[in-house]
């Protein structure tokens, strides 16, 4: 089955560590996204993708960052200079980057650091 | 800038229908619809195209109004399925991204 995949699903962390949460797609999308989403809050841009070795700031992209290496794969690193990173973090892919293309979720990393 | 949802929440019994609305200050391109239920990620329901080309299910409607930078969503005859949080997204500029609502909760009861 296509699909999206996010790991860990929860994930600890102590502050002032780097920490990089994992998203894999065999949908053979070429657009990915990086989304934060706050406790009773929509999402949050953070970084998109619209195709290997390039991708864009979204919204708060500070203190964070990715790479796109390979198609499948859009690795996202919360770093010690983000300064509220706890949160349920949502990796998404579309067919192409655009909005008249349908996003579709993986099912999320929450982080929380203590 | 953040689209803004109406309303922030709305209970309804099963059967009953409820308008979710969504609106823009700036002009719009597209809008998409989202629904998330507690702790799972969003599933994708609709894609409103500025030109009035539509994407989406079949049971959900939904309708884009371009001069008022507007956006509604309607359920009809409500589900237990139905209850989430729905949220709108729409274009930002020619950056080729979505900005999001902070979402509408919609609880439907037996």
């Known amino acids: 089955d296509g699909g999206i995949t996010q790991s860990p699903k929860y994930l600890f962390r102590k502050e002032g560590q780097n920490v990089t949460l994992s998203c894999e797609q065999n949908l053979n999308h070429d657009a990915m996204y990086w989304y934060r989403q706050d406790p009773g809050q929509g999402l949050r841009l953070i970084y998109y993708s619209q195709i290997v070795n390039d991708f864009q700031k979204g919204d708060i992209a500070e203190g964070y960052s990715v790479s796109r290496e390979k198609k499948e794969s859009f690795p996202l690193t919360v770093t010690s200079a983000q300064k509220n990173p706890t949160a349920f973090y949502l990796c998404?892919?579309?067919?192409?980057?655009?909005?008249?293309?349908?996003?579709?979720f993986g099912p999320g990393t929450r982080l929380t650091v203590t | 800038q953040q689209p803004v949802q109406s309303p922030q929440a709305v209970i309804l019994r099963e059967g009953e229908d409820a308008v979710i609305n969504c609106s823009s200050s700036k002009a719009l391109y597209s809008v998409h619809w989202y629904r998330q239920k507690h702790g799972e990620a969003p599933v994708f329901l609709m894609i409103l195209l500025k030109g009035g080309e539509q994407k989406g299910h079949e049971k959900i409607s939904a309708s884009f109004n371009e001069k008022k930078q507007q956006s509604s969503l309607y359920l009809t005859a409500s589900q237990l399925s139905y209850s989430g949080t729905y949220f709108c997204g729409t274009e930002k500029g020619s950056a080729r991204q979505l900005t999001f609502g902070s979402g509408t909760q919609l609880t439907v009861l037996p």
């Open positions: 998404a892919s579309s067919i192409d980057a655009g909005t008249s293309y349908e996003q579709y």
